[in-house]
């Protein structure tokens, strides 16, 4: 029976108690990318698919609410197969509640994990406005929370889960930064001060290449999570 379906006694089943299974090395490293609407999250997973296809086994997974804009991107993009590109709509079921995105987006991921076999990295793009689901540790590893120059400089200093908890935050469209009046320097500045510690990189992804850094970071959580087995 597939999630938030309603059975004949009337009672509401879904999987949202399920949590992800298997550990470091024994399926995908699964990470997620979350922040506001427009600050460059498809980007971004397009990006880290060109960078990191040639040497990992990738999948992705998207989530709109009434789409599959995302997932139609990327595949358009040819930034990888379209088979390893998976769309969740967040929005399409009535019985919706945040708990259940983890479920349908973990039915995603573990379908894409069984049907080819070998992944080594998922990527999960959220929804702009679904952050519980993204941050759930039952559904990924780790978080990259990308914000963007253009969603205003005060942003990383008023805080919040993403830029507090995610594991790597993101200050996207740089080059875009003296056209909307911000400044990168403070917004780095603010970040790094609520985040102790944990790492924060600008980027500019109008290449791929924009996004390096980042593919670095996660090409270094793949290798701990994979150990030997990716060079
Ligand atoms: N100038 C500039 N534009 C960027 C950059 N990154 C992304 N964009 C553009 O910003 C727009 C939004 O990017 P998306 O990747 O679709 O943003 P998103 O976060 O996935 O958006 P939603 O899924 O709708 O929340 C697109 O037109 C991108 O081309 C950047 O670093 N610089
Ligand atoms: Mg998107």
């Not at 998976?86 to 049907?115: F, M, Q, Y």
């Not at 590893?141 to 969603?151: E, K, P, R, S, Y």
Request: negative net charge.
């Amino acid at each position: 029976m597939p999630p938030h379906e309603i059975d004949g006694t009337g009672q509401h089943h879904s999987h949202h108690h399920r949590h992800a299974s298997g550990g470091p090395g024994e399926r995908s490293l699964r990470i997620g990318v979350g922040g506001p609407v427009g600050s460059g999250k498809t980007t971004l997973v397009g990006a880290l698919c060109t960078l990191l296809r040639d040497e990992l086994s990738l999948a992705v997974v998207t989530n709109d609410i009434f789409t599959t804009e995302d997932a139609d991107a990327l595949r358009a993009a040819g930034v990888l197969p379209i088979e390893r590109i998976a769309a969740v709509e967040t929005g399409c079921c009535p019985h919706t509640a945040i708990r259940d995105d983890i479920a349908a987006n973990l039915d995603a991921v573990e379908e894409l994990e069984a049907r080819l076999g070998d992944v080594e990295l998922t990527l999960v793009e959220s929804g702009g406005d679904n952050l519980t689901a993204i941050f759930s540790k039952g559904l990924v590893d780790a978080q990259i929370f990308v914000l963007d120059t253009a969603g205003g400089d005060d942003v990383p200093r008023k805080g919040g889960p993403g830029v507090a908890q995610a594991d790597l935050l993101v200050i996207n469209k740089t080059d875009l930064a003296p056209y909307v009046g911000s400044d990168v320097e403070r917004m780095l500045a603010d970040a790094i001060e609520r985040r102790s510690g944990k790492p924060v990189l600008p980027a500019s992804i109008r290449s791929p290449e924009g996004a390096a850094a980042i593919a670095d970071w996660v090409r270094e959580r793949c290798r701990a999570w994979h150990g030997s087995r990716v060079s």
